[in-house]
């Protein structure tokens, strides 16, 4: 058990479905983040929140949209998916502020296909 | 399981070989890189970590260097065993305020008996 679960496992959606993935982490760290992997190219960071402040949006189109009411949980809402976003949406926790460097604690994913 | 269907370089090794795995990473001003390793099924695990400040670091069975001069990680795996398949990533840690890791592309090992 990694400390950060995330659901649904696994998830399939047409182009004009609204659905959002869950993650919650148990490890009492204060940022949170989403990653996508897909088979085209490697692990892209998506957002960032830190303290529950969004820092981060990598040019994310708007069709994805976070959400993180606590520094436990944290959400991706998902309206108007194409296929191409298909792919494993990774999240991952970590502890910043402290002393020295900090790992990234990451789920299993949900794996999302856009028919 | 689930594959993460990667075209990924990969490496093939016999069981009890030791593996190396390269990383070349983009930022000079990195100040911190990561080993992870990925199974099917899986989100990626911390394996081990390096400051810039250092050359070399090792784990248990893992040791991890670092040539700055070339921007050049490796991971090296002893005695690898068939547990030891996945697909491996390195990642630098770009300075700021929060912990903002890009990753490399992988490397998928595969350890025949």
């Known amino acids: 058990e990694t400390g950060v679960t995330q659901t649904p496992r696994h998830l399939v959606m047409g182009m004009t479905n609204k659905k959002s993935l869950k993650c919650e982490q148990h490890?009492?760290?204060?940022?949170m983040y989403w990653y996508k992997q897909s088979a085209k190219k490697p692990l892209e960071l998506m957002f960032v929140y830190s303290l529950e402040e969004r820092v981060e949006n990598n040019s994310v189109p708007s069709r994805f949209s976070p959400e993180c009411p606590n520094s436990s949980h944290l959400f991706l809402h998902l309206h108007t998916l194409q296929p191409e976003d298909s792919a494993l949406y990774l999240c991952?926790?970590?502890?910043?502020?402290?002393?020295?460097?900090?790992?990234?604690?990451f789920g299993a994913g949900s794996r999302l296909t856009v028919l | 399981g689930e594959s993460v269907g990667l075209h990924l370089p990969t490496l093939s090794v016999q069981e009890g070989d030791n593996s190396i795995i390269n990383c070349a990473y983009s930022?000079?001003?990195?100040?911190?890189f990561i080993w992870y390793k990925q199974e099917s099924g899986k989100g990626p695990q911390f394996i081990i970590d390096i400051r810039s400040n250092m050359d070399k670091r090792q784990g248990q069975r893992v040791t991890v260097l670092l040539n700055k001069t070339v921007k050049h990680l490796s991971l090296q795996i002893a005695a690898t065993q068939p547990g030891d398949s996945a697909v491996y990533f390195c990642a630098e840690r770009f300075s700021g305020g929060y912990n903002k890791l890009i990753f490399g592309a992988g490397t998928r090992l595969a350890v025949h008996p």
């Open positions: 930022n000079s001003a990195s100040d911190y």
């Open positions: 991952a926790s970590s502890q910043v502020g402290s002393s020295g460097a900090n790992v990234l604690t």
């Open positions: 490890l009492g760290h204060n940022a």
